[in-house]
Protein backbone atom coordinates (compact mmCIF):
# COMPACT_ATOMS: atom_id res chain seq x y z
CA UNK A 1 0.00 0.00 0.00
CA UNK A 2 1.13 3.17 -0.84
CA UNK A 3 1.40 5.53 2.40
CA UNK A 4 3.12 9.28 2.76
CA UNK A 5 3.34 10.23 6.55
CA UNK A 6 4.03 13.69 7.02
CA UNK A 7 5.49 14.75 10.63
CA UNK A 8 7.35 17.76 12.02
CA UNK A 9 4.52 20.48 12.57
CA UNK A 10 4.37 22.38 15.46
CA UNK A 11 3.77 26.30 16.87
CA UNK A 12 6.56 28.20 16.17
CA UNK A 13 7.41 32.01 16.82
CA UNK A 14 8.17 34.46 13.82
CA UNK A 15 11.92 34.07 12.52
CA UNK A 16 12.11 30.47 13.26
CA UNK A 17 12.58 27.32 11.80
CA UNK A 18 10.95 24.04 11.80
CA UNK A 19 12.03 20.51 9.76
CA UNK A 20 9.24 18.80 8.63
CA UNK A 21 9.54 15.35 7.29
CA UNK A 22 7.70 12.67 4.96
CA UNK A 23 8.05 8.89 5.63
CA UNK A 24 6.98 7.04 2.21
CA UNK A 25 5.85 3.30 1.94
CA UNK A 26 5.28 1.55 -1.25
CA UNK A 27 6.87 4.73 -2.92
CA UNK A 28 10.27 5.01 -3.88
CA UNK A 29 11.15 8.78 -3.03
CA UNK A 30 14.74 8.58 -5.55
CA UNK A 31 12.88 7.41 -7.93
CA UNK A 32 9.85 9.99 -8.80
CA UNK A 33 9.34 13.77 -8.67
CA UNK A 34 8.08 14.71 -5.04
CA UNK A 35 6.79 17.16 -3.60
CA UNK A 36 5.39 19.68 -0.67
CA UNK A 37 2.19 21.76 -0.97
CA UNK A 38 0.28 23.76 1.52
CA UNK A 39 -3.01 25.28 2.60
CA UNK A 40 -3.09 28.16 4.89
CA UNK A 41 -6.29 28.83 6.64
CA UNK A 42 -9.75 29.65 4.65
CA UNK A 43 -7.59 29.32 1.17
CA UNK A 44 -6.58 26.75 -1.50
CA UNK A 45 -3.33 24.33 -2.19
CA UNK A 46 -0.23 25.83 -2.70
CA UNK A 47 2.53 24.44 -4.37
CA UNK A 48 5.63 24.93 -2.04
CA UNK A 49 8.39 22.95 -3.47
CA UNK A 50 9.42 19.86 -5.60
CA UNK A 51 12.37 17.76 -5.76
CA UNK A 52 13.44 15.49 -9.13
CA UNK A 53 14.41 11.97 -9.55
CA UNK A 54 17.79 13.94 -9.92
CA UNK A 55 18.00 15.79 -6.80
CA UNK A 56 16.96 19.48 -8.87
CA UNK A 57 14.65 21.51 -6.56
CA UNK A 58 12.25 24.36 -7.43
CA UNK A 59 10.64 26.63 -5.08
CA UNK A 60 7.64 29.04 -5.24
CA UNK A 61 9.04 32.44 -4.87
CA UNK A 62 6.81 33.13 -1.40
CA UNK A 63 9.30 30.61 -0.15
CA UNK A 64 12.68 30.86 -2.38
CA UNK A 65 15.11 31.04 0.24
CA UNK A 66 13.61 30.29 2.97
CA UNK A 67 13.08 26.95 2.67
CA UNK A 68 14.94 23.88 1.48
CA UNK A 69 13.51 20.38 -0.06
CA UNK A 70 15.84 17.32 0.47
CA UNK A 71 15.36 13.53 0.60
CA UNK A 72 17.21 10.61 2.29
CA UNK A 73 17.19 7.86 -0.58
CA UNK A 74 18.09 5.13 2.61
CA UNK A 75 15.25 5.85 4.65
CA UNK A 76 12.91 6.91 2.08
CA UNK A 77 11.73 9.85 3.63
CA UNK A 78 11.49 13.84 2.09
CA UNK A 79 12.03 16.52 4.00
CA UNK A 80 11.35 20.07 3.70
CA UNK A 81 13.40 22.64 6.53
CA UNK A 82 11.43 25.65 6.92
CA UNK A 83 13.49 28.64 7.61
CA UNK A 84 12.86 32.23 8.46
CA UNK A 85 8.76 31.75 9.00
CA UNK A 86 6.20 33.96 8.95
CA UNK A 87 2.85 34.02 10.10
CA UNK A 88 1.86 33.57 6.17
CA UNK A 89 3.54 30.14 6.68
CA UNK A 90 1.31 29.12 9.07
CA UNK A 91 -1.13 25.74 7.57
CA UNK A 92 -1.33 22.25 6.74
CA UNK A 93 1.94 20.97 4.76
CA UNK A 94 1.05 17.88 2.29
CA UNK A 95 4.21 15.94 0.95
CA UNK A 96 2.86 14.84 -2.70
CA UNK A 97 3.86 11.91 -4.82
CA UNK A 98 4.38 14.17 -7.72
CA UNK A 99 6.40 16.87 -9.13
CA UNK A 100 4.37 20.30 -8.90
CA UNK A 101 2.06 19.94 -12.21
CA UNK A 102 0.04 18.04 -9.89
CA UNK A 103 0.87 18.25 -7.23
CA UNK A 104 -2.01 20.63 -5.83
CA UNK A 105 -4.38 18.25 -7.15
CA UNK A 106 -6.50 16.52 -4.83
CA UNK A 107 -7.40 13.59 -7.67
CA UNK A 108 -3.80 12.88 -8.39
CA UNK A 109 -1.39 10.38 -6.47
CA UNK A 110 -1.44 9.74 -2.50
CA UNK A 111 -2.17 12.07 0.29
CA UNK A 112 -1.03 11.85 4.01
CA UNK A 113 -2.83 13.89 6.45
CA UNK A 114 -0.82 15.99 6.38
CA UNK A 115 1.34 17.87 9.51
CA UNK A 116 0.24 21.34 10.80
CA UNK A 117 2.73 24.58 11.28
CA UNK A 118 1.25 27.59 13.29
CA UNK A 119 3.52 30.60 13.21
CA UNK A 120 2.81 33.28 16.03
CA UNK A 121 3.90 36.94 16.13
Known amino acids: EEQLVETGGGLVQSGGSLRLSCAAS????????MSWVRQAPGKGLEWVSSIGSHGDTSYADSVKGRFTISRDDDQNTLYLQLDRLNIEDTGDYYC???????????????WGRGTHVTVSS
Open 26 to 33: GIAVNIIA
Open 96 to 110: RDTGSYHAADRQYGV
